[in-house]
């Protein structure tokens, strides 16, 4: 996968990381991470191999399972916060839409929630390894050019999570009297730019759910440590 450097209003960046003409509104079931600006440890940290959250990554957790409780096409197979980023499966699936359409994936309800079963895979144009996703992450902290976000689509949920993150962090902020800037547009809590991989096929799925929920014991290793 190419990560090309170029000029956005004038600043040096790194491009997207979005699949060029995939659709992000279509049914499928997506791996996100999210990375805090600068990369800060200020989610919580590792204890004996466990994460213990901060009071902002309590708030962080709150606000992540509220989003799916108000939305019906979204669902959160599996999340893991971490000092400084947070990696998930996300499932989207429109109930007013025919999941194989397109021949793309195949996903079935099961306990309420749907789950991936094996199916046609998808070129994603050479996408790289969870560990090369890590380092192209690591090295990724400038600023991201703005996209248009579909509406129920992966982009629109994540934008939508973000700003109500600065929104409650600010809160925090205030009720607490912390000396510490608050967060906007200009000032974003987490990076601007988010890194997904859309999830192919059921052996993909198993390989990055383990990934996420072993995440913790492998901190020190983790290349979006910092």
Not at 53 to 60: A, Q, R
Not at 96 to 106: H, Q, S, V, Y
Not at 150 to 163: E, H, Q
Request: include cysteine.
């Amino acid at each position: 996968m190419n990560n090309k450097i170029s000029k956005y209003k004038n600043k040096y960046r790194t491009d997207s990381h979005r699949l060029r003409g995939w659709d992000y509104s279509a049914n499928g079931m997506y791996f996100i991470t999210l990375v805090t600006q600068h990369r800060i440890c200020n989610l919580g940290e590792i204890v004996n191999q466990q994460m213990q959250l901060s009071d902002f990554g309590k708030i962080v957790d709150t606000e992540w399972k509220k989003s799916f409780e108000i939305r019906n096409e979204l669902f959160c197979n599996e999340y893991i916060i971490m000092p400084n980023h947070l990696h998930t499966i996300i499932i989207l699936k429109k109930p007013d839409e025919i999941d194989t359409a397109d021949g793309r994936f195949g996903i079935v309800a099961t306990n309420d929630q749907p789950n991936v079963e094996d199916a046609p895979i998808v070129e994603t144009d050479g996408r790289p390894s969870l560990q090369r996703e890590n380092d192209i992450l690591a090295n990724n902290t400038k600023n991201q050019p703005n996209f248009v976000c579909l509406p129920k689509s992966i982009s629109s949920f994540i934008a939508g999570f973000k700003s109500a993150i600065n929104s409650k962090i600010d809160d925090y902020i205030d009720e607490n009297n912390l000396d510490i800037p608050k967060y906007n547009r200009n000032n974003h809590f987490f990076q601007p730019n988010y890194y997904d991989h859309i999830i192919r096929n059921k052996t993909e799925f198993l390989r990055i759910k383990n990934y996420i929920i072993n995440n913790p014991q492998n901190w020190e290793t983790d290349t979006l440590k910092g």
